[in-house]
């Protein structure tokens, strides 16, 4: 009981220090949309953010090896990394914008710009519940990292991956701060590329009958694969996997018979698929045509210089329903809004396929933003929405540790 009425006492300081600190996180959050910040070229996001770490009052603010922007505060026992990416998805044709891209405009409490729904507005969040915590003077027995993370739009997982397995700091659970709507997230689809790989024999076109079309030799393995679809694996809660064959390549040379061809195909997966069982799946299908199947490296460099090239395969994941994580993601919740919160799992792919899908920690997901306008030109947050996330993060920390004692 007692532990409830402090929780409940905190709840409430915390909203009235989210309303004072508001102004700030916005402003904040506005710096951040002005700096582009493609994968890779995070480095002035990173910049910006260790600033602001320092200046909430962060004990400790520092960039890891892959790059990524590192705040940490108090000491205790319990490790908990909050993680939101500052790489953004590339503008594709900025005359589809209502506003310029990096212009950050506020209308009726919604902010629009690039990233902010993906994942701006969840860096800002994690970063100000931090300044909540320090300025509250609520520490406990956490240790509290807050991870402004690179690379998540091309290689999602890989910076945490690097920061846990090359730097040495491994989390006892992680929070990731994506699009959820202020709902929770258990679970996310992961997904694989596969590339399949035909040879034939390279000659002039005007005498084709001395090569072998290697373009020819792939018709009838892209239907086979079409054919595979409604085979695929099913998962009881994300459905069954999908498989796009999304590239087809070969010799840029129109004059002749191409003695290579390569496709690509992007697959959708449910937790348990692996490496393995995915190339032997389509190795069954394309192998007896002539087709060869392997996993291509994902090329990543990051902004420090540092090369984490890996496979191209990103697991899914799903905490279980009983999970402890999940219950102090609901008890966070309920604590501020009196409510219970919705759960669910997300159809995209996020660090989480590292932490949760790799590593297994234990992973939940939960941010202001909202899904339908990622990754388009209506990109936008809700600044009532990203304050109540701000919350969210700040009461998290010591619910996590009640509960731990409770146990
Ligand atoms: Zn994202």
Request: net charge negative.
């Amino acid at each position: 009981m007692k532990v409830n009425q402090e929780i409940a006492s905190a709840a409430r300081q915390i909203e009235e220090k989210s309303l004072a600190l508001n102004e700030r996180m916005v402003q904040f959050l506005a710096d951040l949309i002005r700096i582009r910040s493609y994968t890779g070229q995070e480095k002035l996001a990173v910049e910006r953010t260790l600033q602001e770490l320092k200046t909430v009052g962060c004990d400790e603010v520092w960039m890891d090896t892959a790059g990524n922007a590192l705040g940490r505060i108090g000491n205790g026992r319990h490790l908990i990394l909050y993680d939101a990416h500052l790489d953004t998805n590339e503008v594709t044709d900025e005359r589809e914008w209502r506003h310029p891209p990096l212009e950050p405009v506020i209308e009726s409490g919604v902010l629009y710009g690039l990233g902010a729904s993906d994942c701006k507005g969840g860096v800002a969040p994690i970063v100000y519940s931090a300044a909540i915590l320090k300025e509250l003077g609520l520490v406990d027995d956490f240790t509290l990292i807050i991870m402004g993370a690179t690379l998540e739009e091309d290689a999602e997982g890989f910076a945490l991956r690097s920061l846990v397995e090359r730097d040495g700091l491994r989390p006892h659970v992680v929070l990731i701060a994506e699009a959820s709507d202020l709902t929770l997230r258990i679970g996310q689809r992961g997904r694989c590329e596969v590339r399949v790989r035909t040879l034939g024999k390279a000659a002039h076109a005007s005498q084709p009958e001395l090569g072998e079309n290697a373009i020819i030799k792939m018709a009838p393995i892209l239907m086979a694969l079409d054919g595979m679809c409604k085979n695929l694996p099913q998962h009881p809660v994300f459905g069954q996997d999908n498989q796009v064959v999304s590239l087809i390549n070969g010799p840029h040379t129109p004059n002749s018979v191409p003695s290579w061809c390569e496709i690509a195909i992007d697959r959708r997966i449910g937790p348990g698929e692996t490496m393995e069982t995915i190339l032997a799946e389509i190795r069954s299908v394309v192998g007896p045509l002539g087709g060869e199947a392997y996993i291509p490296d994902q090329p990543v460099l990051t902004h420090t210089g540092q090369r984490l090239d890996g496979p191209s395969f990103y697991p899914g994941w799903l905490l279980s329903e009983d999970s402890p994580l999940l219950e102090i993601g609901k008890e966070t919740y309920r604590s501020l809004w009196s409510s219970q919160p919705e759960v669910g799992v997300w159809r995209f792919s996020t660090d989480g396929t590292y932490s949760a899908g790799v590593a297994n920690i234990p992973t939940l997901g939960f941010g202001p933003q909202e899904a339908q306008y990622v990754h388009t030109p209506e990109d936008q947050i809700n600044l009532e929405k990203m304050r109540k996330a701000a919350m969210f993060y700040a009461l998290f920390p010591l619910v996590y540790v009640a509960m731990n004692k409770n146990h």
